[in-house]
């Protein structure tokens, strides 16, 4: 059992997503994106960072990467991928999920601790909660907001693959509980398979108690 966490040029969130990993017990191994993945994987992680300086669009480059195709081929045969943050847009960027991931309303970069709905506990990353619970995770970025025609997010409800939504610490979604003006307050998708999913939110951030809350955990715990 080997979780690959993909290393782009420019990644830098790799360390904290191994890290996590390692501390709840998942095997797991860097891979730099030129590499491709091990014979056995059993699960991926796309990371966060600022990968080839997110020139053109946020993950746009790393999305065409040799490696994505490999990444594709694993969650089409049922190889649970995670991308988080600029791996979240790296997802989008390459067809994994729907969507995609733009500036901030603020058109600020932003670093803060928000609150996340549950939108639905039967996935393997959700598996460890309840729907409805609240979880407070960190957020780093400056090309968070989730964008998607409106028509698009309504196949996407009525499918029922949004999995994270901001909300209040109360656990109601309102706008000023919407950190970068993501529509529909999505801030995580599930791709055409439950078993494949991106979040703009860092739960690697979220995992070690020694570095606050360990709410994350749970979610990491899909790949266990």
Known sequence: MTVAVVRFGGSNCDRDAARALSYLGIEREVVWHEDGLPEDVTGVVLPGGFSYGDYLRAGAMAARSPIMREVREAADAGVPVLGICNGAQIGCESGLTPGAFTTNESARFQCEPVHLRIERADTPWTARYEAGDVLEIPIAHGEGRYEIREDRLAELEADDRVLFRYCTPEGEVAPSA????????????????????????????????????????GILRGFA
């Open 178 to 217: 919407n950190p970068n003006g993501s529509r529909g307050a999505v801030a995580g998708v599930l791709g055409e398979r439950e078993t494949v999913a991106v979040l703009m939110p860092h739960p690697e951030r979220a995992t070690l108690p020694s570095v606050g809350t360990t709410d994350g955990g």
